[in-house]
């Protein structure tokens, strides 16, 4: 999966349910690839595809967050630790590196954007 995205740009973030966020990634050498993190509490997934999910009509706060901050940003990293439930995903932007951070632990499944401050 990494080789497939590093280094695209993110160019749309939507939601196609509530417990979903799909990262449209964008690269000029390669076909747009869809990254879905879905957040369903039994079995918390992440995964590439290369069709685009229908977006909710009206995007929840948190994809408007994801947005604000994210929109163009470039993926510069995708890491995680062997044995670890949590991937970052690394994101260059004007104002400093972000990271997207899942966390899929079963039951308690979760998202979190951390800014170029460190802070949540």
Known sequence: ???????????????????????????PDRA??????????LKPLIFLSTEKQPALAKPPNFCRSLRKHL???????VESEPGERMIHFVFKTSEGLYRLIFEGIPKYPNVILVGPDNLI
């Open 71 to 77: 929109e163009y940003a470039q993926l510069m990293a």
């Open 32 to 41: 747009t690839q869809y990254l879905t993190i879905a957040l369903m509490s």
């Open 1 to 27: 999966m990494r080789q497939t995205i590093l280094s695209s740009r993110l160019s749309h973030i939507s939601q196609s349910s509530p417990e979903s966020v799909e990262l449209s990634l964008y690269h």
